[in-house]
């Protein structure tokens, strides 16, 4: 049942005729969700990356600091779309201007490469 709850957003568009567009639909969503690029922190196919690295200083000691953008190829549709309307302060933007049909469009974008990568 749970696994059911999980996998349905991948059913609810696949219908044929606009199986194909609703994928590059994502794809262009995803590059260009109106504000900073998922891809830009995510990478190209959301395996994650690396954002950026820096030092700090405790009692002359440098500690290599990084900050990493996780794979988010695994997700569960809830824990993504709850991420997107996060209130926490994260390096992350929040996008909570994004509608139902366009997040399901990236995560099945998204769901989409990491089949193809596995
Ligand atoms: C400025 C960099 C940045 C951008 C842009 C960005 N993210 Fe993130 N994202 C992060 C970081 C850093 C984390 C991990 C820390 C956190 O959860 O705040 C994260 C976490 C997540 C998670 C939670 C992963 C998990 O394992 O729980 C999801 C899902 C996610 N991002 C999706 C997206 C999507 C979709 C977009 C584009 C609409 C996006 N992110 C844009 C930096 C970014």
């Not at 609810?12 to 194909?20: G, M, V």
């Not at 260009?32 to 405790?58: D, E, L, M, T, V």
């Not at 994004?98 to 990491?114: D, F, H, K």
Request: contains cysteine; charged residues 25%.
């Amino acid at each position: 049942m749970r696994l059911i709850l999980l996998i349905w957003p991948l059913f609810l568009f696949a219908k044929e005729d606009w199986f194909i567009t609703k994928l590059e639909y994502g794809k262009m969503l995803y590059n260009n969700p109106r504000g900073i690029s998922c891809a830009k922190c995510h990478g190209k196919y959301a395996q994650g990356k690396i954002i950026s690295k820096y030092y700090i200083k405790i009692k002359n000691r440098k500690i290599l600091k990084i900050i990493k953008a996780p794979n988010i190829q695994n997700v569960s549709y809830e824990q993504f779309k709850k991420k997107l309307f996060h209130k926490k302060l994260s390096v992350m933007p929040k996008y909570d201007y994004l509608t139902n049909q366009e997040i399901n469009a990236i995560y099945m974008y998204i769901q989409s490469i990491s089949r193809k990568e596995k």
